[in-house]
Antibody
């Protein structure tokens, strides 16, 4: 059974840093690209970042580029999202999501339960 | 960036009704589209991918169609557990983008 368990959320001041983790199990970790998707309170879904199965390729939303870094550790089956220079608008529930490959594209077939990040003074 | 626009923004329907949600992409995305259901307080759940492929375990009353710029999610016979917000998402290019969501309520 695929499981994704996020952790590391919490309250942080503007300009501060936070590192989120996502522990994965139930699938061959290094074979799948992974993503972070966030949802501000009462708002819709916003894609944040994607990392390839090998970890050699990453993509970021413009809103977080240069501030967030997505990495993965295959020895621990864990993803990390290092978030620096946090802003109030980064306040959201952050989900990690596994990819499924179909018809030359990738979709999100499993999601974690989410971890809440609140940026406030 | 590719913009995804859903309509309607909300729909209230009775059990057994047919419900249709549309999603329009700002440029052609072939069949690179997924639909997700999100119940309050829960993570999104994949329903349809590649525009029309039903995800394993999803009831057959859900179906998807379309290609290019115009897509549709249909619930053939609405059930009480189908409440929630539905999102389309394009997988054609980065950044991945979602529609703004369609809230489905049961009358």
């Amino acid at each position: 059974e695929v499981q994704l368990l996020e952790s590391g959320g919490g309250l942080v001041q503007p300009g501060g840093s936070l590192r989120l983790s996502c522990a994965a199990s139930g699938f061959t970790f290094s074979m799948y690209g992974m993503n972070w998707v966030r949802q501000a309170p009462g708002k819709g879904l916003e894609w944040v970042s994607r990392i390839s199965g090998s970890g050699g390729s990453t993509y970021y939303a413009d809103s977080v580029k240069g501030r967030f870094t997505f990495s993965r550790d295959s020895s621990k089956n864990t993803l990390y999202l290092q978030m620096n220079s946090l802003r109030a608008e980064d306040t959201a529930v952050y989900y990690c999501a596994k990819e499924i490959y179909a018809s030359v594209n990738y979709f999100f077939d499993y999601w974690g339960q989410g971890t809440l990040v609140t940026v406030s003074s | 960036d590719i913009q995804m626009t859903q309509s309607p923004s909300s729909v209230s329907a009775s059990v057994g009704d047919r419900v249709t949600i549309t999603c329009r992409a700002s440029q052609g995305i072939s069949s690179s589209l997924a639909w997700y259901q999100q119940r309050p307080g829960k993570a999104p759940n994949l329903l349809i991918y590649a525009a029309s492929t039903l995800q394993s375990g999803v009831p057959s009353r859900f179906s998807g169609s379309g290609s290019g710029t115009d897509f549709t999610l249909t619930i053939s016979s609405l059930q009480p557990e189908d409440f929630g917000t539905y999102y389309c998402q394009q997988a054609n290019s980065f950044p991945r983008t979602f529609g703004q969501g369609t809230k489905v309520e049961i009358k």
